[in-house]
Nanobody, 125 residues
Framework: QAQVEEFGGGSVQAGGSLRLPCDASDIDPNNYCMGWFRQPPGGKREGVADIDRDGQTTYADSVKGRFTISRDYAKNTVYLDIENLKPEDSGTYYC???????????????????WGQGTQVTVSS
């Protein structure tokens, strides 16, 4: 079973920025659709961004302009960069893969079969 792992969570002040890396074993993040999801405390998990093998990206409307998903091909790592953090960005952030090279246009949980354990982000005002 492929393993996906997120890093980089922590406590940040509002207005700051954060970079969340994601690695995977047994699958190559460079060749698969990789996505990021977040789950606020007590809330539902939502998709925020994904990137396919060719670098095509999709973002949830709620994060456009502040979140950037990217890939470092040399490091086999996918990143989620978050700027101008807000308290409502707090939650658990999950990295996931569809296990195929393409994404599905809409960032749907059901499309992603490989998940990390999540990393916690806390934004204080």
């Amino acid at each position: 079973q492929a393993q996906v792992e997120e890093f980089g969570g922590g406590s940040v002040q509002a207005g700051g920025s954060l970079r969340l890396p994601c690695d995977a074993s047994d699958i190559d993040p460079n060749n698969y659709c990789m996505g990021w999801f977040r789950q606020p405390p007590g809330g539902k998990r939502e998709g925020v961004a994904d990137i396919d093998r060719d670098g095509q990206t999709t973002y949830a409307d709620s994060v456009k302009g502040r979140f950037t998903i990217s890939r470092d091909y040399a490091k086999n790592t996918v990143y989620l960069d978050i700027e101008n953090l807000k308290p409502e960005d707090s939650g658990t952030y999950y990295c996931a893969s569809t296990g195929v090279w393409y994404c599905f246009g809409e960032i749907r949980e059901s499309a992603f079969g490989y998940w990390g354990q999540g990393t916690q982000v806390t934004v204080s005002s």
